[in-house]
């Protein structure tokens, strides 16, 4: 969490906007141009969501995933495995995946992302309580 000050500006009114020009953000081969333009749709906001109380905890009553993200200067990574940590205290089982990328790994590290989402989704995905994936593979046999 020591970086948290560097990546972001707070105001007093409890709003932030990055500070670093995106350099926690964009992954080294990208074009500079198009992060550019990219962080100059960026602007403050309310930062004070992050502390309120959670009235409603979805993931005790849904499968969960998290991606980790080993580089991520915003979450940083031994803090994301508390997270994971805490939910699986409760009893919840979490399938976890790491990329070795930064905060926003839709941005900068689509593919890994994709292929947790299906991995996820495809683990979890059932009709007539039999999983997705049976039948898919049922499905794709009985076409040859």
Same mark, same amino acid.
């Given at each position: 969490?020591? *970086?948290?000050?560097?990546?972001?500006?707070?105001?007093?009114?409890?709003?932030?906007? +990055? +500070? @670093?020009?995106?350099?926690? *953000?964009?992954?080294?081969?990208?074009?500079? +141009?198009?992060?550019?333009?990219?962080?100059?749709?960026?602007?403050?906001?309310?930062?004070?969501?992050m502390? *309120?109380?959670?009235?409603?905890?979805?993931?005790?009553?849904?499968? &969960?995933?998290?991606?980790?993200?080993?580089?991520?200067?915003? &979450?940083?990574?031994?803090?994301?495995k508390?997270?994971?940590?805490?939910?699986?205290?409760?009893?919840?089982?979490?399938?976890?995946?790491? @990329?070795?990328?930064?905060?926003?790994?839709?941005? +900068?590290?689509t593919?890994? &992302?994709?292929?947790?989402?299906?991995?996820?989704?495809?683990?979890?995905?059932?009709?007539?309580? &039999?999983? @997705?994936?049976?039948?898919?593979?049922?499905?794709?046999?009985?076409?040859?």
């Amino acid at each position: 969490m020591d *970086l948290v000050p560097i990546a972001f500006n707070f105001a007093e009114d409890g709003t932030w906007i +990055t +500070t @670093l020009s995106g350099c926690w *953000l964009t992954p080294a081969r990208s074009p500079m +141009t198009r992060w550019t333009r990219y962080l100059a749709t960026l602007v403050r906001w309310n930062g004070k969501g992050m502390y *309120l109380p959670i009235k409603h905890a979805e993931w005790r009553e849904i499968p &969960v995933a998290y991606i980790h993200t080993t580089a991520d200067m915003t &979450v940083p990574f031994d803090y994301q495995k508390s997270f994971v940590e805490g939910i699986e205290k409760t009893g919840r089982r979490v399938q976890t995946f790491e @990329l070795a990328t930064g905060h926003c790994p839709n941005l +900068t590290a689509t593919e890994g &992302v994709v292929d947790a989402i299906n991995k996820t989704v495809e683990g979890w995905a059932t009709v007539d309580g &039999v999983p @997705l994936s049976c039948q898919m593979k049922k499905s794709v046999r009985s076409e040859k």
